[in-house]
């Protein structure tokens, strides 16, 4: 069972109390009607499925019934922090190569 | 046409079909007492937190301040307001004043001029307000909860919104180290057989 960290009852629950409720970060169009079929297609129903970081939503269900972000790792299932709606990671794919990149160049020099 | 025979008899190994409603007997030494604080009146309350004008309306009525801080509550002789979400609480009054409270309440963020996106809802009906004390109760909450309720973890007046079994409650600590559970009124059989089976080691009491 994961620990999740809910950032609204600031605590850390069990996984039980939570759902997972999909990618996050998806912007809706601005004006539905000018974009192509498919333009709209994408937005309604595809969705990234990348190896590694992927940032997606948490539903806690049986707790304050609030939507949240997490960012997930979906090799290890290692949840790297959650965040509150409307806010922006601090953890992204982009950082963690930057780290481990940094890291590798340490044990080099 | 031979006749066949019946060897049961209403002994240790049938279960009537009302077995689990007589199964437990009044235990004078009970280690779970439940006792249902029938009829409060329940409200739910939505709003601004950040609204100086609404949480004072709202204090006017209540004569506590909200509780702004995450799972926390505050208590004022009849009234408790749970923590419930950072814009919502639960605000449990006496029985039968809900409807005032809620007048006054509309009243109150009227007069001070707070923002009007609130939503006050009177959910008395959908929900009950019961009570767990006995020296059993952490124990059995326990195997009934995934939630830490170890008393480092859990203090007085800390308010939790986690499962029960298969079902969800609201609880709160209380001063004398008993447990409020709010339990939905379309789960409330589902509650109560469940902490029947579950206290069956410690002995249930119906105060």
Redesign the interface.
Known sequence: MHHIYCP????T??E??YSYTGEAHIERPKDPASITDEAWGDYLFFRSNPRGIHHEMWFHA?????YFNATRDTHSYQIHETYKMGELPTITAKTIAADTLAAQQGDAS | MTSVSTNFSAGDMMESPLHHHVAHTNHSDAGIVMKEDKFRGHLNLRGNPEDTAFTSAVESVLGVALPIT??TSVRSGDTVAYW???N?WLLIVASGTQGQVEADLRLAVANKGADQHIAITDISSGQTLVNLSGSGVAELLQKST??DCHVSNFPVGKVV???FAKT?TTMCKLEDGSMDLVIRRSFSDYFFLWLQDASEEYGLQIA
């Open positions: 609204y009852c600031e605590e629950r069990e039980e109390e049986a707790g304050c019934r609030r | 995450a799972n419930l979400c950072p919502e995934v939630y919104q986690t499962t969800g």
